[in-house]
Nanobody, 127 residues
Framework: QVQLVESGGGLVQAGDSLRLSCAAS????????VGWFRQAPRKEREFVAA????????YYADSVEGRFTISRENARGTVHLQMNNLKPEDTAGYYC????????????????????WGQGTQVTVSS
């Protein structure tokens, strides 16, 4: 069972950038599709981005397309979420999730599709 640990959150101003990381506890990270989700207070958890096992396919929510980039380093067991031009509406807890041995599809945008979750890292963007 893989354990996921997020890092890189913080308090920034609108227009700034942050890079989140999701580190896996085991070495077969290339077997997992990985997604990022976020949840703001009193709101449902929403899809942000996902990346295929090889890194060759990515999906993004419309709200972050062009500003966020998801990437992975399988040898290091890490997935990154580069977030540029942050907006106050990006404020939320950010969570990475992993699904084992499945191809990436549009189902990847559904949080119920995933097997494992990290504890999250907080991102706060001030105006």
């Amino acid at each position: 069972q893989v354990q996921l640990v997020e890092s890189g959150g913080g308090l920034v101003q609108a227009g700034d950038s942050l890079r989140l990381s999701c580190a896996a506890s085991e070495g077969t990270f290339s077997s997992y599709v990985v997604g990022w989700f976020r949840q703001a207070p009193r709101k449902e958890r929403e899809f942000v981005a996902a990346i295929s096992r090889s890194g060759g396919t990515t999906y993004y929510a419309d709200s972050v397309e062009g500003r966020f980039t998801i990437s992975r380093e399988n040898a290091r067991g890490t997935v990154h979420l580069q977030m540029n031009n942050l907006k106050p509406e990006d404020t939320a807890g950010y969570y990475c999730a992993a699904a084992l041995n499945r191809p990436i599809t549009t189902d990847t945008m559904n949080p119920r599709w995933y097997d494992y979750w990290g504890q999250g890292t907080q991102v706060t963007v001030s105006s």
